[in-house]
């Protein structure tokens, strides 16, 4: 009987397979920074500048 649990692997092959996950991975990063980048989140036009002096004395 053959063994069949532990099939003989290249170095070649497990390189190349590496190289290429790694590619897929960060090419996948990459779009998604492009696309988050893309994104407008909503920020304020300008600064609210409110006076809460005294709402911060009532609450103490």
């Known amino acids: 009987m053959q ?3 532990n099939p003989l692997r290249k170095k070649n ?9 790694a590619f897929i991975i960060l ?3 990459g779009f998604i920074f492009y696309f988050l980048e893309k994104i407008e989140l909503p920020s304020p036009k ?3 500048q409110q006076d809460v002096t005294d ?4 609450i103490k």
Do not use: G, V
């Open 27 to 29: 090419s996948i990063l």
């Open 46 to 48: 300008k600064e609210i």
């Open 55 to 58: 709402k911060i004395i009532r």
């Open 3 to 5: 063994h069949r649990l």
């Open 13 to 21: 092959s497990s390189l190349t397979n590496t190289l290429i996950k």
